[in-house]
């Protein structure tokens, strides 16, 4: 469990080791590519006040470097809990003991055409193709178009 990992920590070292940081620390993290967890502390410890505009600057430039002028959200879409990896953070991790479930292609779909085929009209066409390889599609779709129209929902 990722609670068990925590209270590995101790805290009371961690802030001591971040109030030691000194400028150079700092200096020297900000000279790296990839930096370190002593690297990180020395950037968030009162000795990097002074290089907090430097810090932003920096952000800035990697931010522009790895994704440009767009904003990505990380939003996961489960479509199963059926996982193989043993992430102590996830609650779906492979020994977690619990009932795994997997989706057929059929349900899958219907999740994703709920709402209908609301995106770009090159892909109207596949709306179309999951329709008629799977009937509930449409009849999902046209349940969900109801609900939407009844008071509370």
């Not at 006040?49 to 952000?59: D, F, G, N, Q, W």
């Not at 977690?96 to 899958?108: F, G, V």
Request: aromatic share 12%.
């Amino acid at each position: 469990m990722f609670s068990e990992e925590l209270e590995k920590i101790s805290w009371e070292e961690t802030t001591k080791a971040i109030y030691s940081k000194t400028d150079a620390d700092v200096r020297r993290a900000l000279g790296k590519e990839h930096c370190d967890v002593n690297d990180f502390m020395a950037l968030i410890s009162p000795a990097a006040t002074p290089y907090l505009e430097v810090m932003a600057r920096l952000s800035q430039k990697y931010t522009m470097e790895r994704f440009g002028k767009t904003i990505s959200m990380f939003v996961p879409l489960y479509l199963t809990n059926s996982c193989t990896n043993s992430c102590v953070y996830c609650g779906f991790h492979i020994s977690n003991p619990m009932k795994r479930t997997i989706l057929t292609d059929e349900e899958i779909m219907c999740i994703r055409y709920h709402m209908g085929a609301f995106t770009d009209k090159s892909e109207w066409n596949d709306y179309t193709r999951a329709v008629r390889n799977y009937p509930n599609v449409l009849w999902t779709h046209q349940a969900d178009m109801l609900a939407s129209h009844v008071a509370g929902v």
